[in-house]
């Protein structure tokens, strides 16, 4: 089984500013963590954060036919993004909303997710655990 793991906007900055909210570890941290987690559950993970819109679209439409299961934090692209919605929807794959903090814990603005509607869970404030979590859900699926 292979799970797609996709990172939104300032992903690639954790552990840089925002401690408080995001924690002190990185995203290479993160990594490496979701690469153990992935050897446990026995599934292959692939990796990909970009800062930009339609590079997340891409990553999501090219999934068609190669992954089984998709995790993804969109970050603030969460609250705005139709476009991303539309790409999980079109390709069709389970996939897992992930938030390291609790949106709708936050500002009004964040209590918006255009795309937890086509996605099978969500899992929220809990820190680099929640990726694990959500990889988990896609694994017990098999
Ligand atoms: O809690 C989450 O995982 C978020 O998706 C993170 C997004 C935010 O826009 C969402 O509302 C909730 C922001 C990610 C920004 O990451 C940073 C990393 C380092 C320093 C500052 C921000």
């Known amino acids: 089984m292979k799970i797609l793991v996709i990172n939104g906007p300032n992903l690639n900055l954790l552990g840089l500013r925002e401690p408080e909210i995001y924690g002190k570890a990185t995203y290479e ?14 599934v292959e993970a692939e990796f990909f954060q970009s800062n930009h819109e339609g590079a ?14 998709i995790v993804i934090n969109p970050a603030a692209y969460t609250h705005t993004s ?3 919605l539309d790409a999980v929807k079109a390709v ?14 936050r500002e009004e603005f964040r209590r918006v997710s255009y795309i937890r509607q086509a996605c099978i869970a969500t899992v929220k404030g809990k820190g680099f655990a929640g990726y694990t979590e959500a990889m988990r859900i896609l694994a017990e699926r098999r």
């Open 29 to 42: 941290d993160l990594l490496a963590q979701l690469r153990k987690d992935a050897a446990e559950l026995g």
């Open 56 to 69: 997340l679209v891409d990553a999501i439409q090219g999934a068609y036919g190669t992954a089984d299961g």
């Open 82 to 84: 139709i476009a991303i």
């Open 92 to 105: 069709g794959i389970p996939t897992v909303e992930v938030h390291i903090s609790d949106p709708d814990e």
